[in-house]
Nanobody, 115 residues
Framework: QVQLVESGGGLVQPGGSLRLSCAVP????????MGWHRQAPGNKRELIAG???????NYADSVKGRFTISRDNAKNTVYLQMNSLKPEDTGVYYC?????????WGQGTQVTVSS
């Protein structure tokens, strides 16, 4: 079973920073998309940031200018740098990869922004 491994979540004060990482198994070929999605308590899972195979990126309006998605092809890893964190950024962050016509999800990592 293909498994994405996320790390980097935790508790941070408002205004702080975190970097999430998602290690993608080499068994996933022809990756078209890598992204981060967030699910806050009581809310639907939403797209936060995505990066296409060609390098183009897109972000939710709520995180533009604060979050940056990047990928390291040599390490098969996608990152989400989160700066100026706000309490409303709290939630479970999921890594998603689309490759070979299939979508794969990580198990999620909790991010809590609170003083």
């Amino acid at each position: 079973q293909v498994q994405l491994v996320e790390s980097g979540g935790g508790l941070v004060q408002p205004g702080g920073s975190l970097r999430l990482s998602c290690a993608v198994p080499g068994s996933i070929f022809s990756i078209d998309y890598m992204g981060w999605h967030r699910q806050a308590p009581g809310n639907k899972r939403e797209l936060i940031a995505g990066i296409m195979a060609g390098g183009s990126t897109n972000y939710a309006d709520s995180v533009k200018g604060r979050f940056t998605i990047s990928r390291d092809n040599a390490k098969n890893t996608v990152y989400l740098q989160m700066n100026s964190l706000k309490p409303e950024d709290t939630g479970v962050y999921y890594c998603k990869v689309v490759g070979g016509g299939k979508a794969y999800w990580g198990q999620g990592t909790q991010v809590t922004v609170s003083s």
